[in-house]
């Protein structure tokens, strides 16, 4: 019957993670060995239509400008629609269509926007009205750092020890500080390695116990730095945590590389603007493109000592954004 099916799309941000995790200690529900504190971005997007229809024959996965990646592959988008569908009490097939304003699979978490937009469209679809805390819930199954792309702003994805108990937060929303996120890519490669494969060797390091052991006491730290809004201490911290997460996954057996030269030195060049006057700090996901924090007073400034490097192919500039919403115009 045509009354039961649904159509919805939404709109979800990707993050950037100031205090990040990488390792998991339970796979299967995508429970990280400890919390993060991560800011939505406002111009890496991902838009995601969903449709249930009693007329398809099966799911139908199709991505806009994209070729199907290993990142947000179409079996795991499948196995997250099982999920909505269990949870709705419904069985019929859908259609999927996505598509993102950036460049998928090279540590960007595109799997953060896409799974965030897939679960609140596709919730919705099936005819759920889930709180806030509920879809972070949800699609932290399809995609960890997903949850964090629900709520507005800033965000603390809360570990916990069930699944119930590992959700996110908006901590402070998107206007509560005027810094700015600029990205520099500089390949559009994918990663060979993704993140849920790279993070189950993070045990292996000799260095993971010891950075477990002191995270809670720098969540802490970059609380206290967001609150005051001291941007010096704030910086150096978000620096330091994104080198000590890279040298986690080069000492990991085997060894991941996702710093390139062309990422070494952009990161060699901040340091040296820094000794110029112009504060800003790099951090990095889990791959190539480097992310710029900087204050809005310097946005000009970066945006064209950026610009004049050539390894650089796109840069892309973003406030704090917030955190998934649904649209009223369809992909399809």
Avoid at 207 to 229: D, G, M, T
Wanted: include cysteine; hydrophobic fraction near 40%; charge should be positive.
């Amino acid at each position: 019957m045509k009354n039961e099916y649904m159509k919805a799309t939404a709109l979800a941000p990707s993050n950037i993670a100031f205090i990040k995790y990488w390792g998991k200690k339970n796979e299967d529900l995508r429970l990280p060995v400890n919390g993060s504190i991560s800011m939505n971005l406002s111009n890496l997007l991902t838009t995601t239509t969903v449709e249930f229809d009693p007329d398809y024959k099966k799911d139908d996965v199709i991505f806009i400008n994209d070729d199907l990646d290993h990142s947000v592959g179409e079996k795991r988008i499948i196995t997250h629609l099982d999920r909505i569908r269990s949870r709705a009490q419904i069985k019929v097939k859908a259609k999927v269509v996505s598509k993102n304003n950036f460049p998928s699979g090279t540590g960007l978490s595109s799997s953060a926007s896409g799974f965030a937009a897939l679960t609140l469209a596709a919730s919705r679809a099936a005819g759920l009205h889930l709180f806030e805390k509920e879809l972070t819930i949800l699609a932290r199954l399809g995609s960890g750092s997903a949850c964090r792309s629900i709520p507005d702003g800033f965000t603390e994805w809360l570990s916990g020890n069930s699944s119930e108990t590992s959700y996110a937060i908006s901590i402070y929303p998107p206007d509560y500080w005027d810094i700015v996120d600029i990205v520099a890519i500089v390949s559009d490669d994918k990663k060979e390695v993704s993140s849920t494969e790279g993070q189950k060797l993070a045990d292996s390091s000799a260095f993971a116990s010891l950075r477990f052991s002191k995270i809670n006491n720098k969540i802490k730290f970059l609380k206290q730095y967001l609150r005051v809004k001291n941007f010096t201490k704030f910086g150096e911290l978000v620096e330091a945590e994104a080198l000590e997460m890279h040298a986690i996954m080069m000492t990991s057996i085997p060894s991941l590389l996702y710093i390139m030269p062309e990422s070494l030195k952009i990161m060699h060049l901040v340091k040296k603007w820094r000794t110029e006057g112009y504060e800003v700090y790099f951090t990095l996901n889990t791959g190539q493109d480097i992310h710029l924090i900087c204050q809005e007073k310097n946005r000009g400034k970066i945006y064209q000592l950026l610009s004049e490097i050539s390894e650089v192919k796109q840069i892309i500039v973003n406030k704090p954004s917030k955190g998934a919403r649904l649209l009223n115009e369809h992909l399809f």
